[in-house]
């Protein structure tokens, strides 16, 4: 993976303040064993400033704790905030690694267009990943399945209650060691059909990695807990037709013939697990087709025996089976029937690339320690 770089080596020099009293590693090891999702922190996080007059500046590694924000800050007011999500592997030698961050890099650069924030250059996106393993290296769990989840977002720290793009922007990174995103390991889940509700709608902002979006889907989600599923899917706001994603994941077919189906759509979010799925799939002589999806396909395509397997993907939960459909007038699937084979095969494939249990002829994985 080369990425060009975009700064000045000097820029690119961190300021460290170590935390005088991080978590005792014993403490720290018990939660290792067993990490809850998302919910404990590293000892550090990463700051880097950014001002219409300055650029981007100050980047610092400083011990993590409460940020002092002014209370008319812009987020606070329209949400202008983007964010994204990936991990740090450990491999059996223990070296740490990340997969695909250009990737992350770049879409965040993409989010922050559309969301009219400064785009950060991705040797800093890097840099800053490589600053905190640095520092929180040992946070990075060893067990199989386990991870460093990595959340790197940024926000209008501007306080100004006026409508436009904030001229102080701040960029984060946070990090919190991670077990399995859905209980019960790769058991296959339900997922609900919101009707009521739209993620995102035309022009809008489906394909940036922001708050909003999920701000969007909560009522959604929460009525799908209410009905016993895990995530709630989602279909196009125009004609309420087409198969877009679930609230944080994308979605995938799979049919008899082989054929691995994924929605295309401008309101989605663009998954890199997706990609590098669908890239797997190609690769191992699967057709791949990034086409509108109608829920009627789905739907009919179960019922005739065409479709086969369906799986949800995405960095937080990889390749999750999904096993039932519901929604307020059917339910196809059955959720005791075991994981498809493909999805399994294809989740074992990249999670063998991501832990370094098989070579990586792709070149995705991206050296974090040393
Ligand atoms: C982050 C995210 C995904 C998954 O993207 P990955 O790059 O695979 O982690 C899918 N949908 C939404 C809405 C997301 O925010």
């Not at 785009?119 to 800093?124: I, M």
């Amino acid at each position: 993976m080369t990425i060009p770089l975009q700064m000045a080596p000097k820029d690119l020099v961190f300021q460290v303040s170590h935390n005088d009293s991080p978590m005792p590693a014993a403490e720290r090891d018990a939660i290792l064993a067993d990490p809850p999702f998302g919910s404990v922190f590293t000892d550090h996080m990463v700051d880097i400033c950014w001002s219409e007059k300055g650029g981007w500046h100050r980047p610092r590694v400083q011990p993590y704790g409460p940020i002092a924000m002014d209370p008319a800050a812009a987020v606070l007011h329209y949400g202008q905030e983007i964010f994204e999500g990936l991990k740090a592997y450990r491999h059996a030698d223990g070296s740490i690694w990340s997969f695909r961050p250009d990737q992350n890099a770049l879409r965040m650069q993409r989010s922050a267009k559309r969301m009219a924030l400064p785009e950060l250059p991705a040797d800093y996106f890097l840099e800053s990943l490589k600053q905190l393993i640095a520092v929180d290296g040992a946070w990075v769990p060893s067990a199989p399945e386990m991870s460093l989840y990595i959340r790197p977002y940024m926000y209008a720290k501007e306080a100004f209650l006026g409508v436009r793009a904030a001229k102080k922007v701040a960029f984060y990174i946070i990090a919190a060691p991670a077990g399995p995103y859905f209980s019960g390991g790769v058991k296959p889940v339900s997922i609900w059909l919101s009707t009521d509700y739209s993620r995102a709608g035309k022009g809008g902002t489906g394909q940036a990695k922001t708050g909003g979006n999920y701000a969007a889907s909560l009522v959604a989600q929460a009525e799908a807990a209410e009905h016993g599923c895990a995530q709630v899917l989602f279909l196009d706001s125009v004609e309420g037709k087409y198969l877009e994603e679930l609230g944080g994941m994308n979605i995938v077919l799979v049919y008899k013939d082989g054929r691995v189906v994924t929605p295309q759509s401008d309101t989605i979010l663009q998954g890199i697990t997706r990609d590098s799925i669908l890239q797997l799939a190609e690769d191992a002589g699967h057709t791949v087709e990034r086409r509108p999806v109608t829920l009627e396909e789905w739907r009919d395509g179960v019922e005739s025996g065409d479709i086969v397997e369906a799986f949800a993907c995405g960095t937080a939960a990889v390749v999750t089976p999904i096993g039932q459909l519901k929604s307020k007038d059917f339910t196809i699937g059955d959720l005791d029937q075991p994981a498809g084979p493909l999805t399994l095969a294809l989740r074992e494939k990249l999670t063998d690339i991501q832990y370094g249990r098989q070579p990586d002829p792709y070149g995705w994985m991206f050296r974090l320690d040393g």
